[in-house]
Every structure is written in C-alpha cells, then in structure tokens.
C-alpha cells in the first residue's frame, strides 16, 4: 500500500494587500478502510470518468430505466412486437450491459475495500470502547482470557486474543450474502445481454386435426424443419361471462418422431413441454371460418354413455378412456375404430336424427365472381375465381326444401346462411378441375346445428344426402362387417362447433441453464444475508477490577444479548442472582 500523501499546507501569509483574499479549493478527505487506514488514491474508482463505472447512483438510474421499460414490454401484445420494439433492441440490450458492468465493478469495489478487510479480527483493549458500546454488559470474573476464548470456540465463534482483550466472531460469511447475490444478477444481466444472438425462436399454426414438421422462423419467417411431427388433437378455449376475452386455451397434442412417441398431452400457459431441445409455448389461437368442425358421439359395445369428441374430417384422435383405441373420420365421413392396429368398428357417419325423407343436393348455378348487378340479379364481373359462389337446391323426397347462394371466401360466408331456415347448407370448399368446378357442400339441421351430410359434386350433378335409414346395400355391408368384427360401435354427428386454428411458439435457448444458475446464486446469497446469523463479540478481562467486559454487534440492531453469546459468557461468568445483584 502506499504511503498516505502529506497534510495540506498551511495557509502562506498574504504579503500584500488585495482586494480579495485568494480563495483555495477545498480537499476531501482521503477514503480509509476498515482499519481506519488511508487507501490508494490512485485507485480507478475514485478517478474520473471511470469512477462513473462504480457510482451507485448511475446503477439505480439504469435499474429504474430498465424496469420501466420492461413494464412497458409487458403491455405490448403480442410478443413478438414488444421483442421487436423493446427486447431485442440494441439500446435494451445496451442497458442491460452498462447494468452488468456498473454493478460488477461497484461489487468488486465493495469486496476489495469493505469485505476483505473485514476478514481480519480487530481486538479492542480499551475500556472506553466497552462503555460506549449500545450493546454491553459486565460480569464479575476472576479467571484468564483463554477461559473465555475457549467458551466462545465451543459454541462455533472464531476467536483472536491479544493480552487479555480478544474477539469472537460467527457468521462472518453471511457478509458475502449481497456480493454473491450481486454476482447472480450479473450472470442474469450478461445472459440476457446475449440470448437474442444465440437463442431461437420459431412458430407454428395447425389447424385441429392437422400435422406440420416445419416451423417458421421469427423475424426472417423463413420456413425449417423440426425434426419431429407435431400433430394438434384438439384445441379448447373459454371466456370471461359476457365478454370475448379468453380465460384459458389449452392445446392438446402429439408429438412424435417417425414411429417414435415423443410427447402426448396439453400446451397451455405456464405449461411448456420440451420436445426434443425445444419448449412449446401457447401463444395465441385463431377461429377458422369455412372449416367443417363437429361434436361426434361415440358410444362403444354394450356402453350406454357415450364418449363426446370434437372432430374435422380426415382427423384421427385417440378414445379418451380406452388406452389404445383411435377413431378416424375420412372426408367421405366413413369412421374406423382402431384398436392397437386392428380395426374393430366401421360404419358411416350419421346425423344424430333422422328427417324422415330423402335429401338430395342440387348445384345448379356458379358464379367465379359473384356480384348484384343494377336489376338485383346475380352475375359475375369476370372469369377470376375472386369471390366463388354457387347456388344450391336442397330437394326433400323430390321436392324442393331450401334454396341458397353459398359463397366460398371467409367473409362473404355469413351471407350463405338463410334466416331461420329449416336446412343449413355450406360450401365447404371447391376446385376447378379440367372438366369443371367441383363443390364440397355440408347440409346441417337448422335449429340444433347437427350434421346431415357432406356432398361432393359438380355444376349441374345432383347427390344423395347420407341419413340414418341405410339402403339394401348399405344394410347388407353393415351385417357383413358385424359378422366379422366387434359389433355395436355407434358413431353419430353432432352439432357443429368452432374450428381453431393453434399458434405454438418453438423456442430452444442454451443460455437458460445459465439464467437458472445466476437466480440460484441470487437466492443463494440472499439465503446468506438474511438468516445467517452474524455476531461479533469483543471482551476484555480487567484484572483491577476483577471484570469481564463484553460488547456485541449483530446484523440486525438488537437492545440485548443473543442466546449463543449469553451461553458462551454465563459458561465462565454466570449472571449473580436476584439476592447478589441486591447486594
């Protein structure tokens, strides 16, 4: 250590007579350690600008900038725009740095001037410390110091003596409790600082019912493999009571890798699988209009309750219940049910009900671009197919039941439906072929929403609706297949209900395993602040007075003594009774 610079020099006398007495600057007063003695001056946190690098008051700035504008982010929706307007930002990830440095250097300050030299035990030998300690007592006493001294070590303390004063000292590691929780926000500051350059993030958006192996990359939305086939079973969401906001939603998935399983069960908020390196996150979901979804009841052999699913056609979902049971529903709504590789149930899908009569769907007019014309009739402004409509007849035992425009884009839809109409029919989705448009056409039941059938048929061809009542064909396949499989299986549609579309965030960040170790140092050292116990006691055996004088401090301000120090000084000097004291 160097030699501490000399006193200021003492005013000169003035010589001559000026108007103003020349003012001299004013010095301050060297910093000293725990010792009371003077430290280097040249040391690079008291000169400027790097002293700024140490100044407590420049990290509370950057804290409180860095939590407003966290804050902030938290109300961005969604988060994709609050990583591009605020997290993934080069001056968020600038204060998150100039945070990790301040607080680094200030914590490197604090161990090299306050904490190492505390380490050391400093005995007081004076009286007049022990009487002006807060905390202090004094006992009658005619044996040695090394008698105290060793009181003291049995009870755990680290114990210094010098003639006959000594120091006794436990806990001296619980002053390493913010330095070590300062070292874990660091850590946590640093990780953040580099996340965004080597982490990833994509997304993906199925439909219920549909598989996808790639993935979307953020910001470059460039399309990668997984790796993996992830497969969306069923998506259910709810609402707050008379609002449109969401209380919940909840993915139900199935991952897996060639014929491999690698996870089956729920996604949802604060509930995140990892699937092979990577977390799935609930992010959002969006409502599919024009895609036929449908409550179907499945009832199995010599069961009166039946299993309720949610299913699109050409979907394969597991029976929930039946370990090893599937159904699958084709876009012909033909069902088979599975059973460990073996088909156990067949059938076609019917209606809940039957209407008692024949329906038969008859397209008997398109449009490519379908528009009102000045007179109120239907035509078409070109050839495009930009707003697809065709007008169907729904035909009851030959005659005609319902009769509707049906439109193929997403908003125009709503106009398809007929007012309190018996029928309900949709254009579910159309092509144009090399022999013309071919329409898929669904017919429901209008008042309980139930499904009656689907059609696929071209302009001009009319097809027979699927009911309850089989034909002598049907009937005799149907006995043919109960003959040689399980029977009683009763698969039947139901109502229609909402088709969702999943939105699942991909994200793999190796720089989480270091996050999580800088939160444990951080609760380490917390740990150590608060509930290690810290006691420094000094005592001194005055011979004259045949007196054990004995001062504490402890972390915590207290107006008396502490179990563990009474013990170790009651061992060698017990407290007098109620009859000495009066004496």
Request: proline residues 7%.
């Given at each position: ?6 006193p200021?020099l ?7 007579a000026?108007?103003r ?18 430290v ?10 790097w ?6 008051k ?15 982010g ?20 600038l204060?998150?740095?100039a ?29 007049a ?5 807060s ?13 105290v ?17 000594g ?13 070590v ?19 990833k993030e994509?997304?993906?958006q ?13 910001g ?11 497969t969306?079973?069923?998506?259910d969401?709810?609402?707050?009571p ?25 996604v ?13 996150h ?6 599919m209009?024009?895609?036929?979804r ?7 052999p ?23 049971h ?20 067949a ?15 008859l397209?008997d ?26 007008r169907?007849t729904?035909l009851?035992?030959?005659?005609p039941?319902a ?14 439906h ?21 329409f898929?056409?669904?017919?429901t039941?209008?008042?309980?929403n ?5 059609v ?7 097809a027979?609706l ?21 029977p009683?299986w009763?698969?039947?549609?139901g109502?229609?209900?909402?088709a969702?579309a999943t939105?699942?965030?991909?994200t793999?960040?190796?720089i ?7 939160c444990?140092?951080m ?7 608060f ?11 005055d011979?004259?007075?045949?007196e ?11 107006e008396?003594?502490?179990?563990t120090?009474?013990?170790a ?9 109620p ?5």
């Amino acid at each position: 250590m160097s030699a501490a610079p000399p006193p200021p020099l003492a005013s000169e006398p003035v010589t001559q007579a000026p108007a103003r007495p020349e003012r001299r600057r004013r010095q301050t007063p060297l910093p000293t350690n725990g010792n009371g003695q003077a430290v280097d001056a040249d040391r690079i946190w008291y000169r400027s600008p790097w002293k700024w690098f140490f100044s407590l008051k420049v990290g509370i700035v950057l804290l409180v900038i860095l939590t407003i504008a966290s804050i902030v982010g938290t109300l961005i929706d969604p988060l994709e725009r609050a990583q591009a307007v605020i997290y993934y930002t080069w001056w968020f990830k600038l204060l998150l740095l100039a945070l990790a440095v301040n607080m680094g250097c200030a914590t490197t300050q604090n161990i090299i001037q306050k904490l190492l030299p505390s380490r050391t035990l400093r005995v007081h030998d004076q009286p007049a410390f022990f009487r002006a300690a807060s905390l202090a007592m004094r006992r009658q006493y005619t044996g040695g110091v090394a008698e105290v001294a060793e009181s003291f070590r049995r009870r755990g303390f680290e114990v210094k003596v010098e003639g006959n004063a000594g120091m006794a000292r436990s806990g001296w590691l619980g002053r390493w409790g913010a330095p070590v929780s300062h070292v874990g926000l660091i850590v946590v500051l640093l990780a953040g600082f580099v996340a965004s350059w080597v982490a990833k993030e994509g997304y993906i958006q199925v439909i219920e019912g549909g598989s996808t192996t790639t993935m979307r990359m953020r910001g470059t939305n460039a399309e990668v493999p997984l790796g993996f086939t992830i497969t969306i079973d069923d998506f259910d969401t709810g609402f707050f009571p008379r609002t449109r906001i969401p209380s919940h939603y909840i993915s139900q998935i199935t991952a897996t890798r060639g014929t491999q399983p690698i996870y089956a069960g729920p996604v949802e908020v604060n509930h995140s699988p990892r699937l092979l390196g990577w977390r799935a996150h609930q992010t959002s979901y969006q409502e599919m209009q024009g895609v036929a979804r449908h409550e179907v009841e499945v009832t199995p052999p010599g069961s009166s309750a039946p299993i309720v699913l949610q299913m699109t056609l050409g979907q394969t979902r597991a029976l929930p219940g039946m370990p090893g049971h599937t159904l699958s529903v084709d876009a012909a709504m033909r069902w088979r049910v599975m059973q460990g590789g073996v088909e156990v149930g067949a059938g076609s899908l019917g209606a809940a009900h039957s209407h008692g009569s024949e329906l038969e769907v008859l397209v008997d007019r398109y449009e490519p671009d379908f528009v009102m014309g000045a007179d109120r009739q239907a035509t078409s402004r070109s050839t495009e197919p930009n707003n697809p409509a065709v007008r169907v007849t729904l035909l009851s035992d030959g005659a005609p039941a319902a009769r509707q425009w049906l439109f193929h884009r997403a908003d125009m839809k709503s106009f398809s439906h007929a007012t309190d109409a018996h029928f309900r029919m949709e254009l579910v989705d159309f092509d144009l072929t090399d022999d013309g448009p071919v329409f898929v056409v669904e017919v429901t039941d209008g008042h309980d929403n139930v499904l009656l059938g689907r059609v696929v048929l071209g302009l001009g061809e009319k097809a027979m609706l699927a009911t309850n009542e089989p034909t002598e064909d049907e009937a005799e396949e149907a006995a043919l297949a109960a003959a040689a499989q399980e029977p009683g299986w009763i698969v039947r549609a139901g109502p229609r209900v909402p088709a969702y579309a999943t939105v699942l965030s991909l994200t793999r960040n190796p720089i989480i395993p270091t996050i999580y170790a800088g939160c444990t140092l951080m609760m380490i050292g917390l740990y150590m602040g608060f509930f290690v116990r810290r006691r420094d006691v000094w005592f001194l055996v005055d011979d004259k007075s045949q007196e054990l004088l004995v001062a504490a401090h402890y972390r915590h301000p207290s107006e008396e003594f502490d179990r563990t120090t009474t013990a170790a000084i009651d061992a060698v000097a017990p407290a007098p009774t109620p009859q000495e004291a009066e004496q």
